[in-house]
């Protein structure tokens, strides 16, 4: 651990609010309106941050902890994965799985804490979430497993570092397939369109937006940086395939924190120009995530 | 070796698909598409020694593959009125992941085959009998006839995988024999499909049991 791992750390707990920011921003684009602020879910985060959170009596200490432990484990997450050359705070041999189960972790808590408070809808919203999240895992770790395998190398910061031009020439096919697959779980899992629609306002249809409804406050405000921060971490396993290695540490970054946002400018248009699949066809398009990571699998076994 | 490489991984890819695809429609057109993209492999496997049999032999499996069979079954589609929908007595999901899974059982056994050294790629062998096992997969677990034609399809195109990687020790003529077996067989199902349709108001080739005494 050197002083420059505490770089990746910082950029994402100040910056992660920005990419919710940017793909709102390229949706009012694609939509023909002005749109909100860029820095909107800062603010959003400092008004709820001040104001009181109103507690149901049925509720338990489960439905006050929930957020906190969710954006704790979301936190140690962040502190495992490496941007640009930058290697990540902790990174030791097969750290993908640790942080694997500490997104599982953090869907855990948020699911009890919407069973907690009683209600029917919250509970809907829970089990159509493990439901989900229980075929998109598989996805996640098999495409994680084939670009440890690719990289020779069973921590993130060691992967990321070396999958490079090289690798894109030799096995660009595995490769291509690992990136869909990644891009799918990014969606799933953060809850954005061909998925789950962020913006519905309807309860019956809802994924995530329903297990959190009866947040208020500082935990809400708890909820939503854990998801600004989820999406953020998901969004550097995709932009550390992709990005280039150009030798230079900084322009490395600088060139991985724009992979970000172009991250965010991509699920923008990807819910700007698509409809939301029917909850049927949801497990459909998931499997099919897990298919093209275990082929990639299995391709790159066989070089 | 990048580009024979493409090709297989969008055999697999199609093939898969096809064991997702809920509709006749799409997945004759990814039969064809799968039909198409074979018909480069002689001559992108081949680059080396390209000789005018390859590329005979590569504009004859997109002429057939890719334009005649499709024409075909979609005739058969219009004229026995066939509904869109696949009915699978395997549901979607599960034939993708058994799809996952025969992928990995072809794999491991070519692993375990002794395989000549003048292959055009290490993958090649495994995706044809992936396309072969697949192809059985479809035309066991699906109902209509129309859909046991597209499996026997896939079949045949994994057996020519497998030819075309082998083709400088294989006579062409066997592909070539193969390729009009496929062709009569094609010509004489879309008939019976017709036919049976005409007898009893539908393809499910499950009703064809209650024939039997």
Redesign the interface.
Known sequence: MNALSFIPLLLALVVSPLLPGIINRTKAVFAGRRGQPLLQTYFDLWKLLHKGAVYSRTTTWLFRAGPMLGLAAVLMAVTLVPLGNFPALIAFPADFFLFACLLGLMRFFTVLAALDTGSSFEGMGASREVFFSALAEPALLVALATLARQAQSLSLSTIFSRVSGGHW?QA??VLV?VLIALVVVLLAENSRIPVDDPNTHLELTMIHEVMVLDHGGPDFAFILYGAALKLWVLAALVVGMVVPDTGTLWLNLILSVSGMFAVAVIVGVVESVMARLRLLIV??LL??A???A??AF??G??? | M?AT??IL?LV??TN?KLL?SSRIGSSIRVVAAQGVVLGLLPVVAHMDDLSLRFAVLAVGTVAIKGIVFPWFLFRAVREADVAREVEPYVG??TS??S??VI??IS?WM??RLPMPETLAS??LA?VAIFSIFAGLFLIVSRKRALNQVLGFLVLENGVYTFGVGLAPQSSLLVEAGVLLDVFVAVFVMGITIFHINREFDHINTDKLNTLKD
Do not use: E, T
């Open positions: 020439l660009g096919p397939l497990p459909q499997v099919g897990g298919a093209l275990a082929m299995l391709l076994l066989n070089k | 990048i490489n493409l991984v697999v890819l898969l997702g979607y999901v993708l992941l799809g996952v992928l990995a794999f070519c692993q290490s993958w495994p």
